[in-house]
């Protein structure tokens, strides 16, 4: 006993090391694995009271940018307006606004709503990105959200505290979202391997079908999370490996990553319905 | 004589929180001029101290940026590094007391050795960990060197605008 514990004074600076860099790395695979821990749950409520201040100074001089972007995102909002669809024949009107539909036909289910939040910390060039927002379970913001932009779709929410929220962004290594092409409807999932933040890698797309630069890259809806028809970007390269008969498609983010204001938080209304069947089929099956 | 290196972690670890982790140079590079902390600590800081400074200071940056212990385990690594360092390159064993391993105590040559190598050793361990995985090793030896350099320029950019004042 006498001899361990001189030996382990002797050696206090490599124990040392040994047990803070063991703390170190095992917060590191903790992090990879789950997305969220126990420390953040504390630390973000600091951590986003610091950004929050610091995005409230820099958010003059962007002024400008953030009212053009607003009033083109307003103008598309009003074009779907009530007032802006001529409506023929109001039994067999449909337009996709929701608007439209409750004033007409009460049995219709609202299924999606939208939370506008601020974006207020993001990154674009690690290998795993992650947006903070100013909102969290106050206002009834959930992990597994999804995040939108106001041209396409962000990221989804992993971790939240009362007043502020961690999404994952598109641009994390884990990030699967269901897709489809918007000529053909093939399904497919999109993903990330950076480093670059603008391109984005779509796969799954079965061989036999014809895409090419340009194509339109919408969200499936079957993930729950985002509503369906969603843009997340363009096509840019589209090239078949004929050897390993599969696609290598690269696409445009619609979203630049780089210059992220504003974002509105989607919420699936219905969610937990939906995967409470889940789990019923999975026990049946 | 502690408040000039409390203060220095304070400025050092918000400049790199709200401006270093937004700028980015090419997709690349990452500059850590947080770890200049770390190596301006004087020479007679104990062992220990160097260690749970060095961690506390990583977890700062970590929790800001939200990467999860990657900083902590490299800035951890460097710090254990770093004894080992000074005794390569310096000639001498003993140190006068209140001198620190700065451009001004120390000479140039000295300096641009002793940053370099920890510098290095930092980077690799906190790129290593950052892509966790070892498939696509040019990117990651180009990303480690490219970074290293340009933390280093910051790092001498710094010694040169802010040097040590002697009181004699």
């Known amino acids: ?285 | 004589m502690y408040l000039k290196h409390i203060i220095r972690c304070l400025v050092l670890i918000l400049l790199q929180v709200l401006i270093l982790n937004q700028v980015n140079l090419n997709g690349y590079i990452d500059p850590y001029l947080y770890i200049l902390f770390i190596l301006l600590l004087p020479f007679e800081t104990p062992r220990w101290l160097l260690l749970i400074l060095a961690f506390i200071t990583g977890s700062m940056i970590d929790i800001f940026s939200n990467t999860g212990g990657i900083h902590a385990a490299a800035t951890t690594f460097m710090a254990f590094a770093r004894p080992g360092v000074i005794r390569l390159i310096s000639k001498k064993t003993e140190f006068d007391t209140g001198s620190e391993p700065c451009i001004s105590d120390m000479g140039t040559k000295w300096f641009y050795l002793y940053s370099l190598y920890l510098v290095l050793l930092h980077h690799v361990v906190l790129f290593t960990l950052e892509i966790f995985r070892l498939n696509e090793p040019i990117e990651l030896i180009y990303r480690i060197a490219l970074s290293t350099l340009i933390t280093l320029i910051l790092i001498l950019i710094t010694q040169y605008l802010f040097p040590k004042r002697n009181k004699k």
């Open chain 1, 1 to 285: 006993m006498q001899y361990l514990v001189a030996f382990l004074k002797r050696h206090t600076f490599f124990f040392l090391f040994l047990l803070l860099e063991g703390i170190a790395l095992v917060w590191v695979v903790q992090h990879h694995k789950y997305q969220r821990s126990v420390v953040y749950q504390y630390s973000n409520q600091l951590v986003g009271s610091v950004f929050m201040v610091f995005n409230n100074a820099s958010q003059y001089f962007e002024l400008v940018t953030i009212n053009e972007r607003l009033q083109q995102e307003n103008a598309a909002l009003r074009n779907k307006l009530k007032s802006s669809v001529i409506i023929d024949d109001t039994s067999t009107a449909l337009t996709q606004d929701t608007l439209s539909f409750t004033s007409m036909d009460s049995s219709y289910m609202q299924y999606y709503v939208y939370e506008p939040v601020k974006v207020i910390h993001n990154s674009v060039h690690k290998a795993n990105n992650y947006i903070m927002i100013n909102k969290g379970r106050k206002h009834g913001i959930e992990q597994d959200m999804g995040l939108r932009g106001s041209k396409g779709i962000l990221g989804i929410i992993v971790n939240t505290s009362p007043h502020f929220s961690w999404a994952m962004s598109m641009l994390h290594s884990n990030v699967r979202i269901s897709a489809k092409l918007k000529k053909n409807n093939q399904m497919g999932t999109v993903s990330w391997e950076g480093p670059d933040f603008r391109t984005g890698k779509l796969s799954d797309i079965p061989s036999h079908i014809d895409v090419s630069p340009g194509d339109t890259i919408l969200t499936s809806g079957f993930s729950n999370i985002f509503p369906e028809d969603l843009l997340i970007g363009r096509v840019t390269k589209a090239n078949f490996n004929k050897a390993q008969n599969i696609y290598d498609i690269r696409f445009r983010f619609a979203e630049d990553f780089n210059a992220l204001q504003y974002g509105y938080v989607v919420k699936n209304l219905y969610r937990e319905e939906q995967q409470e069947l889940m789990e019923e089929s999975k026990i049946t099956k």
